[in-house]
């Protein structure tokens, strides 16, 4: 089980749209439609952002989407705010009842 | 509102047992969950570690399996971690997560606990 490979950072100016990558196999992201994603700032617990690869919890604004093609799974930030800069990271099931977490991308806001 | 709470030794000695406990409030340890550890290595990323529901069944991180054990305290309302034969390696926040079954996320985290393995 190998960690889900991201970028290590990602940089938007206030307004902008960024795309994190999420690069699994068929074994996990390739295989099914649970794909999560976690927004974590300095010092806090993770806060889960999407799931199930584009569902959004109640709470979370509509400038965080999440889709998927093939082994790769995306999250991307419409309209950039200050408060989004955190560390972000995907999870996919990987089979046999386990998951596995991507290595995380910072994103800085300009 | 359901709230986790991580406690144990913040410090422990290399090849020794790591043992942490997570009280749970505002939900009960029989309800339709799985009861969920990660953790993070400073300055890295988060490693799901495994989980346990409450009639017995667990699943764990092959890279971590024949080192841990989770077990579920109803009558306490808890769960617990255990991690042996510790190096600096497991030096990380481990954090407590409840994860719905039959949903492939994680909705409530404790606010994790820093465990240094050190002599």
């Known amino acids: 089980q190998s960690a889900l490979t991201q970028p290590r950072s990602v940089s938007g100016s206030p307004g902008q749209s960024v795309t994190i990558s999420c690069t699994g196999t068929?074994?996990?992201?390739?295989?099914?439609?649970?794909v999560s994603w976690y927004q974590q700032h300095p010092g806090k617990a993770p806060k889960l952002m999407i799931y199930?690869?584009?569902k959004r919890p109640s709470g979370v604004p509509d400038r965080f989407s999440g889709s998927k093609s093939g082994n790769t799974a995306s999250l991307t930030i419409s309209g950039l705010q200050a408060e989004d800069e955190a560390d972000y990271y995907c999870?996919?099931?990987?089979?046999?009842?386990?998951?596995?977490f991507g290595g995380g991308t910072k994103l800085t806001v300009l | 509102q359901v709230q986790l709470q991580e406690s144990g030794p913040g410090l422990v000695n290399p090849s020794g047992t790591l043992s942490l406990t997570c009280a749970v409030s505002g939900d009960s340890m029989t309800s339709n969950n799985w009861w969920t550890w990660v953790r993070q290595p400073p300055g890295k990323g988060l490693e799901w570690i495994g989980e346990m529901y409450h009639s017995g069944g667990s699943s764990y991180n092959p890279s971590l399996k024949s080192r841990v054990t989770i077990s579920v305290d109803k009558s306490k309302n808890q769960f617990s971690l255990k991690l042996s034969s510790v190096t600096d390696a497991d030096t990380a926040v481990y954090y407590c997560?409840?994860?719905?079954?039959?949903?492939?996320?994680?909705?409530?985290w404790g606010q994790g606990t820093l465990v240094t393995v050190s002599s």
């Open positions: 199930d690869v584009s």
């Open positions: 999870c996919s099931y990987a089979g046999n009842y386990t998951l596995v």
């Open positions: 997560v409840r994860r719905s079954s039959g949903k492939n996320y994680f909705e409530y």
């Open positions: 068929s074994s996990d992201v390739g295989g099914y439609k649970y």
